[in-house]
DNA sequence: TATTGTTATACTCTATAACTATA
DNA sequence: TATAGTTATAGAGTATAACAATA
């Protein structure tokens, strides 16, 4: 049999990059439906509630660096948000350029719900991986995390 | 302090499926400037050249399956790899309805180029992430994977 | 009737720049 | 001059359906 490669090898499904895009967007994906096929909210939207459940009046800019996500997107979000009643906002009390954003109670019970099937969807991918694979995932993913906010993998 | 939560409580940080997706996108954009900066290649030509490239004369269709994207868009990126001369089709010999791919002398010296810059590119985040948890990931990774194509994480 | 691949269309996302209002 | 946020616009990516050619 004759070899006509020319370069070194390549196997793009042993290729990590390829790897963890398949992995991330295919979990990506299953639990999208969750949110949007039942209450109408995009990913954008779904991180905005996800981060004022946890923590009320934070401004858009502190969001859109935590989620590394453009400002305009998530201007985008949170007006979409507030017209569908489910945050509110107020200009900053010491700077007016910065608006305080707060999840209505409709917001915030909608959210309560969607963190139950959030915490099932884990429960649900735990017990595919099995607890050791979980926690060693989960202890690489911490790893990686931080040196993105650093800009380990900008440009 | 009071605790003004009325639900349970949830860390989108800690979330699986969020941290999976921020990690392989920052990781999948850092790579992508490689080939589309410099070469002007789509993820998905970069996925056709990588399959291409590693086995002659597949069609369309199975590589459409095997990286898990519509017809459409292969088509599309096929017909852009022809015209700026990567590769060639052909119509198959036994069915007419499929179209035989195969790669051009330039299309193969471009992607042998591109395979170095993608071993490095790995390597580089092996370092990062040192021996042992490249070793979990991949590891983890490759558990996952194969489920992809059970459609367990389909709908 | 089913399958490969193309074309057309619409919708979403993303990236950019220009703009406002505040500081 | 710099920053928070909005608006407008163009490009890419995605999803769907309709279509042609072949089986």
Redesign the pocket.
């Known amino acids: 049999m004759s070899n006509d490669r020319q370069g070194p090898a390549f196997d793009l499904g042993r290729f990590l990059p390829y790897m963890l895009n398949q992995v991330a967007e295919a979990v990506s994906?299953s639990f999208q439906v969750r949110y949007q096929r039942e209450f109408g909210l995009?990913?954008?939207q779904w991180r905005i509630l996800a981060h004022l459940y946890a923590q009320d009046g934070l401004?858009?800019?502190?969001i859109?660096t935590r989620i590394h996500?453009?400002?305009?997107?998530?201007?985008?979000g949170?007006?979409a948000l507030e017209s569908s009643g489910r945050l509110s906002?107020q200009p900053?009390p010491?700077?007016?350029?910065?608006?305080v954003l707060h999840l209505t109670p409709e917001g915030r019970e909608l959210f309560a719900q969607l963190t139950q099937r959030a915490h099932a969807f884990e429960a649900d991918l735990a017990r595919t991986l099995g607890a050791e694979s979980t926690n060693e995932l989960r202890k690489v993913l911490e790893k990686l995390l931080p040196l993105l906010d650093q800009g380990h993998f900008d440009s």
């Open positions: 994906k995009s990913r954008t401004t858009a800019k502190v859109s996500e453009d400002k305009v997107s998530i201007s985008r949170v007006a906002r900053g010491s700077d007016r350029r910065f608006e």
